[in-house]
């Protein structure tokens, strides 16, 4: 027979327990909008019965409950659910990346607008036109030394205003990787923490819930592996252990270690700027001195943008700068009002002199000439002659040139359209993928709140219940009050 006062004991624990249940659902209510945390609940299991196993056993009817225990406070968490949501954030982080580089280009280039390069091309064309329709009437040569200039002023908009964004990269790339390292360090300052917690065998369940923050925050940024290291000392079952993180390519190959859990140390990513100011710029980034590539995620996306993206289509104005320059050049010296003691050229660079190689940053109007110097007729020709102004808007809509090194033949314009389209098609795609893995993860980020987040009509459900049961255990340690009191002050008397 269980002595009364082990029944006391039993309802003691079940108060406790009860207490420990309600304090935890508590904690949940408290952090419900609390950002990374993930619900806990006690797990219960029951007290060891009496009598126990063995040859000199109290013998009965048989074993008997001996009350309740709380096995350990546990956050509520699927590690699967994690891998999604990391993965596609990775994901989103890179495209994000892209489409907001290609969204800015956009809004740059501006076509098709009334003030982008198309609509500046075509006035140039059309004074041209004007010219040789209207060779004796004065001012049309200064028109088209005004749409010229507003052909160079637009070129070199283009160019200064696409290099300021490629520049902003360039300190986004250097932002971002110091954010890797400060997260890195923070992990593995955590992982010290846990370890020390889970070394006198409890379970760091708020330190779980903020390394995992910053591993969410670390995986949008690069590609990482998350594996898990036991503590020292003695730890429960239920410990997580301290996080190892690598960091990885797409595919899922180790690139090195940021986050060493055996050692509790970290690594230092560093990223140097090669070639800035060139066509070819270059993003070195190291891991301890070690050359690392293909890390993916927002990291990556800028990278690519700088180094890839900006510096192509920068190439392709310069590329469709220095063409119209020389072409223009080249039938401008021989029309009748082309004078070479006010310089040899039409088209040159912003400091007044003509260049070999033209760049859209530069390209510019000479300023010593003057409406009467723009003139329709070619050299030695007759009055009323039209030909060196028609020969001029060839230039722009007719004529055809290898412009880059793909070898295709097109004229000036139909390559300027070219290029907005692949411009548009390249941001179109990018923010597909934005959108899309955007849906991903958010889905996956669902999946997680149903599993970890705080539902509050669960919990005061929960707390209903506890409250019940509390109010259930001490209403039976009132009627073993009143036993002892019978069995103790009234028996025998």
């Known amino acids: ?72 406070v546990v956050r509520i968490r699927d590690q699967f659910v994690d891998l999604q949501v ?61 749409k010229g200039a507003a052909v160079a002023d637009t ?47 409890f379970l760091a ?20 592996k998350v594996s898990k290291v036991k503590s020292d000392g003695n730890p429960s079952p239920l410990a997580e252990g301290r996080s190892t993180i690598e960091l990885t390519d797409a595919s899922g190959k180790s690139l090195g270690t940021l986050v060493n859990g055996g050692t509790l140390t970290h690594a230092t990513l560093n990223a140097s700027i090669e070639n800035a100011d060139s066509s070819q710029p270059k993003v070195a980034v190291t891991l301890d001195g070690e050359g690392v590539d293909g890390f993916f995620g927002k990291l990556q996306g800028l990278t690519d943008a700088y180094t890839k993206d900006y510096p192509s289509v920068l190439q392709s104005l310069d590329n469709m700068a220095s063409k119209l320059a020389g072409a223009f050049n080249a039938v401008y010296e021989q029309t009748a009002g082309y004078d070479s003691e006010k310089g040899t050229f039409f088209l040159g660079t912003n400091d007044g002199t003509e260049a070999e190689a033209f760049t859209a940053k530069t390209i510019h109007v000479n300023e010593n000439l003057s409406g009467t110097d723009i003139t329709a007729a070619n050299k030695n020709q007759p009055s009323g002659d039209n ?9 722009i809509a007719t004529n055809t040139y290898t412009i880059d090194s793909g070898g295709q033949t097109v004229t000036l314009k139909n390559y300027l359209q070219s290029l907005v389209g692949q411009i548009g098609v390249n941001a179109q795609s990018a923010n597909q993928f934005t959108s899309n893995t955007q849906t991903m993860l958010d889905a996956a980020q669902n999946r997680r709140s149903s599993i970890s987040g705080v539902s509050l009509d669960e919990e005061l459900t929960n707390m209903i219940q506890f409250q019940h049961s509390y109010g259930a255990a001490a209403k039976v340690v009132t009627t073993l009050d009143t036993l002892l009191d019978t069995l103790i002050n009234r028996m025998g008397g």
Request: a negative charge; charged letters at 15%.
């Open 1 to 72: 027979m269980i002595p009364i006062f082990s029944s006391l004991n039993m309802m003691q624990r079940a108060l406790q327990v009860t207490q420990s249940a309600i304090q935890t659902t508590g904690h949940n209510i408290s952090n419900a909008n609390t950002d990374g945390f993930s619900r806990q609940r006690v797990n219960l299991t029951t007290w060891l019965p009496y009598p126990g196993t063995g040859i000199n056993a109290a013998r009965g009817a048989g074993q008997i409950g001996t009350g309740v225990n709380d096995e350990a």
């Open 205 to 224: 369940n708020d330190l779980y819930d903020e390394r995992d923050l910053l591993t969410d925050k670390l995986a949008q940024l690069v590609n990482i």
């Open 86 to 146: 990391r993965d596609n954030s990775n994901q989103n982080g890179y495209w994000s990346a892209l489409g907001d580089a290609y969204s800015q280009m956009e809004d740059i280039m501006n076509e098709p607008t009334d003030s982008g390069l198309s609509t500046s091309l075509d006035g140039f064309w059309q004074s041209l036109q004007d010219l040789a329709s209207n060779s004796g009437t004065s001012g049309t040569g200064t028109v088209v030394l005004q």
């Open 387 to 395: 030909s060196g102004a028609q020969a001029l808007a060839d230039v």
């Open 155 to 201: 070129l070199n908009y283009l160019a200064v205003s696409l290099g300021k964004v490629q520049d902003n990269l360039n300190q986004q790339i250097t932002e971002n990787v110091g954010l890797v390292n400060n997260y890195s360090e923070q992990i593995n300052s955590l992982n010290q923490q846990i370890n020390k917690q889970e070394a006198n065998g």
